[in-house]
């Protein structure tokens, strides 16, 4: 069984700065890759930013040069800080996790949300 524990969220004013933490447990066997997307009301899921077990990143543009996606390997843990949030960061931020688990194939699993607003 798997695990993934989200924390970070919040309200913060236009301008601030929030850190998003994952963290995944139980049997585990490889991570291939980690990242955040986010789901804001009426619209798709999307990704936000990725990072890879080799530690290659991606961000979507929108976030390029605020946001910043970062691993702990053994912690099994991945961080999103924001900075420079804008009301269009305004959504739900899912953690997810791409991996390998005891006796099971690779596959996503994904956190149970937290929510982000940023206010004007």
């Known amino acids: 069984q798997v695990q993934l524990v989200e924390s970070g969220g919040g309200l913060v004013q236009a301008g601030g700065s929030l850190r998003l933490s994952c963290a995944a447990s139980g049997s585990i066997f490889s991570i291939k890759a980690m990242g955040w997307y986010r789901q804001a009301p009426g619209k798709q899921r999307e990704l936000v930013a990725q990072?890879?077990?080799?530690?290659?990143?991606n961000y979507v543009d929108s976030v390029k040069g605020r946001f910043t996606i970062s691993r702990d390997s053994a912690k099994n843990t991945v961080y999103l800080q924001m900075a420079g949030l804008k009301p269009d960061d305004t959504a739900v931020y899912y953690c997810?996790?791409?991996?390998?688990?005891?006796?099971?194939?690779?596959?996503?699993?994904w956190g149970q949300g937290t929510q982000v607003t940023v206010s004007s």
């Open positions: 990072i890879t077990s080799g530690g290659m990143t």
């Open positions: 997810n996790v791409r991996m390998s688990v005891i006796g099971i194939d690779v596959r996503d699993y």
